[in-house]
């Protein structure tokens, strides 16, 4: 259930309000986030100076008077400092392409103008369900949020039940939905392709062969995510344009006291208000399986949702490849910043980190597989659009690669490939990443949250990035060794996965290269105030989620440890639970929020 106390209201309606289509042949019309901007200037002074100062440090860097040489040194010294030279350079350069797709989104980030929904149109709203892995409550909650939403032409909600689980048929039946399984179908469960076992995918194309043809548009959230009435009232009406393949909307979590999930939703701030709203611009925003509707002509085009760990992506990316057969143009997309489903976020640092394994390995799949086929069938600004989204994973993983790699080189080895003056160094750093904050910072007015806190600087998110990239670096090392990935099916409700020490193994092997590594550079005299700078900033990387773990772990302790606060003294005697006043607090945390 979506918790109380957060104006969801204002948020499923960002984007402005239902217009009447003009014309006889609509199009779907954006606006410019910038150009709504009374202080643009500032956007457009940061959006230049950041990628400059960015690229002049790389320049200052990578100078050729700044390069070592070792006179008379030997052979595999040298070795090493042109590895050093090489590593700091790529470093460098994919910083300054970060920072420059964070200046081109903002300069291109639009907004629909939504439009009112054609009448008449057939919808199935479609949700899935896992018996024993997704509680039957929380699938009674997305049912109910379905039931009560507005459509103007006939609407089904299905349940799409792996196991076809008579607790579910039960509850389809006591609320009017319609169930639908493909459990014990054997050309619906394969071991790979559309039809893959025990996957999301699978299981909405037995659907689709079963029912696709008696609807025009399917809309779908996770089983976790209760939509709004208005989910189609806002989200249809872009529909009217005949390539607009999905539509699709921001993922919020609901279960927002809890602290990891609060660091969860900050850090896809930059994805879901200004990433995807940049895709607009080429009308290829990003396709996202938490909530959307599709046309199911398009998507039956292409034989189906794309076999893959994340077969949202995938699917979007096949689609913007293709081209509308009735109309011979691309098929599009529309993001639209309305929230219009609340759903739950991984409230465990083991269930976090499983989700960004499983959203990093999708992308590295992409690129492997699908991305070749791009510069021959995709246009040209929407195929640089999808290149900068799809090469953020990938330039995380190998920029924290190079960066312990380069710390270990120089203070086990004294390897050096660069020799600039540290002062310098340091003001031209400094002042480029402050550049980019302050860059960062003035997009959080565009945040689509309801949760997070107007003027909040979304430092946790930030947090949450720099730590998720020895995950990368791991789900990048299977990919490219080719070892199997399988779907998993996030824990929801009280089924969050629990955190123990091995959670954090690959952070606590890393903190101890870069501590140990650190200790021999004392021994052996290599002192360099930016390697060691960027060694101790790595560590505290590394240590930093061990660290909210343990903190985390000694307040609830402590907390257990205190006696009840609605506990009194009856007659002298051993305290006695006053449960009347016991209700009060939990009912404030539950609903209140920050």
């Given at each position: ?542 240590l930093a989620p061990v660290a909210v773990w343990a903190v985390t772990l000694l307040k609830e302790r402590r907390a257990r440890q205190q006696p009840h606060p609605a506990a009194r003294p ?25």
């Amino acid at each position: 259930m979506r918790p109380e106390g957060y104006d969801y209201d204002t948020h499923s309606r960002l984007a402005g309000p239902l217009t009447e289509p003009v014309g006889p042949s609509y199009r779907v019309q954006y606006t410019s986030l910038l150009s709504r901007e009374p202080h643009r200037i500032r956007a457009i002074v940061l959006m230049t100076l950041a990628p400059l100062l960015t690229g002049a440090l790389l320049a200052y860097l990578l100078w050729p008077n700044h390069w070592v040489e070792r006179e008379g040194g030997d052979q595999w010294l040298v070795g090493l400092d042109i590895t050093m030279l090489v590593a700091i350079g790529l470093i460098e350069l994919f910083m300054v392409v970060n920072v420059v797709s964070v200046a081109h989104a903002t300069l291109m980030a639009r907004d629909p103008v939504p439009v009112t929904p054609e009448p008449g149109t057939r919808v199935a709203f479609l949700t899935t369900y896992v018996p024993g892995k997704e509680p039957l409550d929380m699938v009674r909650a997305t049912l109910e949020g379905a039931t009560r939403i507005h459509h103007t032409g006939p609407l089904d909600v299905w349940l799409l039940d792996e196991g076809d689980d008579e607790q579910a048929k039960a509850l389809c039946q006591e609320l009017g939905v319609r169930h639908f399984t493909r459990h014990g179908v054997p050309e619906w469960n394969r071991p790979k392709g559309v039809h893959k076992a025990r996957t999301k995918h699978g299981n909405y194309n037995a659907w689709i062969a079963m029912h696709g043809d008696d609807y025009d548009f399917f809309a779908s959230v996770d089983t976790d995510h209760v939509p709004l009435p208005n989910f189609l009232e806002r989200m249809m009406g872009y529909f009217r344009d005949p390539d607009v393949a999905f539509v699709v909307g921001p993922q919020v979590y609901g279960n927002y006291h809890n602290p990891v999930t609060k660091a969860a939703e900050s850090q896809q701030f930059l994805f879901h208000a200004l990433i995807q709203r940049a895709g607009n611009r080429y009308r290829a925003p990003m396709f996202v399986g938490t909530n959307n509707v599709v046309r199911i002509a398009a998507v039956q085009q292409i034989g189906g949702l794309y076999d893959s760990i994340t077969e949202d992506m995938a699917t979007g990316f096949e689609l913007h490849r293709r081209r509308n057969p009735q109309t011979r143009r691309h098929w599009r997309s529309v993001y639209t910043p309305d929230v219009l489903a609340v759903g739950e976020g991984p409230a465990s640092w083991t269930d976090f980190f499983t989700q960004q394994m499983r959203w990093s390995r999708g992308t590295y799949e992409t690129l492997l597989k699908q991305y070749w086929k791009a510069p021959f069938t995709m246009p040209p600004g929407r195929l640089f659009s999808y290149s900068l989204m799809l090469f953020y994973y990938p330039m995380t993983a190998v920029n924290w690669f190079l960066g312990i790699l380069s710390c270990f080189l120089f203070l086990w080895f004294g390897a050096s490939g660069t020799q600039v003056t540290a002062s310098v160094w340091l003001m031209l750093y400094s002042d480029a990443a402050a550049l980019q904050i302050c860059l960062y910072l003035w997009n959080r007015r565009h945040n689509v949250s309801p949760h997070e806190p107007e003027g909040s600087g979304g430092l946790a998110g930030m947090a949450m990035s720099a730590l998720s990239a020895p995950i990368y670096l791991k789900s990048f090392t299977e990919a490219l060794v080719r070892r199997p990935s399988r779907f998993v099916v996030t824990p929801k409700g009280g089924g969050t996965s629990p955190d123990r020490l091995l959670t954090f193994r690959i952070h606590l092997c890393w903190a101890a290269l870069l501590a140990t590594s650190l200790a021999a550079s004392v021994v052996l005299d290599h002192t360099h105030v930016a390697m060691r700078t960027w060694a101790v900033l790595a560590m505290v990387i590394s240590l930093a989620p061990v660290a909210v773990w343990a903190v985390t772990l000694l307040k609830e302790r402590r907390a257990r440890q205190q006696p009840h606060p609605a506990a009194r003294p009856v007659d002298g005697t051993e305290p006695a639970l006053a449960t009347s006043g016991a209700t009060a607090p939990v009912s404030s945390t539950t609903t209140g929020g920050n």
